[in-house]
């Protein structure tokens, strides 16, 4: 009965964690300091952000990243981690940019927790050229999920784009941060974690 609790064990803990099947590479569990000098975050006036470290919900490792927002109608947030960010700090993936072998790989998938709010989450990922690219996110269930987005299923931000931005519509590599943006005016509480690279299956 013992080795089969174990085994029920190890089946739930690969699951909700960090997996790291053979070709994913997590490039950013939130683990370590989460403040204003290792997360680029903030808000338009009268809108509001914070993050912190978040200890029981969690997907993997010993934390996950806690997002608190309050967004009003035609405000922003953004709340970002890569490189070539306002804030340096912010650089803090597990492995560097042009470290990665992009080529292996055709998806970022990450963990969130929902609150089946009917949100809607964008997440930006900033490409070499510096153009961002955007795929949305539904908070439409409760609890953890793991969500994989294919680099073909990014589209390119049209509302807004850098001064610098090479705007050449091409998902240019290394991909160099990632942002998440809610949508929607309202206020609430996300949590993500477990941000990897991954390569999947042309289903559809
Ligand atoms: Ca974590
Ligand atoms: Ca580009």
Redesign the pocket.
Known sequence: MKSLHFIAMGVFVIILGCSQGPVDLVIDNFEGDIHSETVDFGASEESSVEVAAERTIKASGMQSLKIEYVLKPSGYMWVARGYNLDVKGAGQWQIRPEEIKWSQYNALKLSMYGSNAGGVVALDIK???G?MWRFLLDDDFEGWKEITCRFNDFFVRRDWQPETA?R?????FPLMSFQFERRLPGEGTYYFDCIKLAKVKKSR
């Not at 050449?168 to 240019?172: G, I």
């Open positions: 490409d070499a050229g153009e090479d050449n519509e091409v998902l240019d």
